[in-house]
């Protein structure tokens, strides 16, 4: 006869059970590293975009928090100081130098959730303005000559620098470059 007996097949069930236990903490540790990269790369692509589109289009664009308040269907158009509610690109049509209605919104990033947080660094509070030569300055007037930073962190409550950061790293020149806290 052929086959595996009862016996076996526990065995073989309990053994699989111990792996699984020891693999799966491991494994959602994995996952969330996955979607903090995914959310890194889809900033530095809308910076990227940000950038590009003053260029092209000789106009200030912006790269800012979505705010607070915003409800679906809204027609204002303004940034926010939280970076965990999302961003926008939008640029400045008019060429006030600021965001208000008159403007172009390009593109909208929601909220990544909760499971990872993003948090403004050095001169990123308020979003970033690129120019058109493609040079880069905080929209809250940071000094003109440093880099922006917007980190994105696998621990929340402790989004320092001891924890598994990946800061996004825009220098006044408005290259990007991302950069992991081990």
């Known amino acids: 006869m052929r086959g595996f007996t009862l016996l076996e097949l526990m065995v073989v069930i ?19 590293r996955a979607q903090q990269t995914s959310i890194a790369n889809a900033l ?5 975009y940000a950038r590009s589109e003053a260029i092209k289009r000789n106009q ?13 269907g809204s027609t204002t158009l303004s940034c926010g100081n939280d ?8 640029v400045d ?17 929601e909220s990544p959730g909760n499971r990872v947080k993003v948090g403004a660094g050095n001169n990123a509070g308020g979003g970033l303005r690129f120019n058109a030569l493609g040079l880069v300055n905080s929209i809250n007037g940071g000094p003109a000559n440093d880099t922006a930073q917007v ?10 620098a ?3 950061n990946l800061k996004v790293i825009i220098s006044r020149a408005g290259r990007i470059r991302t950069e992991r806290n081990l």
Do not use: K, M
């Open 44 to 48: 530095v692509l809308d910076l990227n």
């Open 93 to 109: 049509v008019d060429d006030s130098g600021s965001i208000d209605n008159s403007d172009l919104q390009l593109r909208v990033h």
């Open 83 to 90: 970076w965990n509610n999302g961003w926008q690109v939008v």
């Open 14 to 32: 309990l053994l699989a059970g111990i792996l699984s236990a020891i693999a799966l903490p491991q494994f959602s540790s994995v996952i969330a």
């Open 162 to 164: 001891t924890s598994q």
């Open 151 to 160: 980190q994105i962190c696998l621990e929340p409550d402790t989004c320092g």
């Open 60 to 72: 200030y664009a912006f790269v800012c928090p979505l705010p607070d308040d915003v409800s679906e």
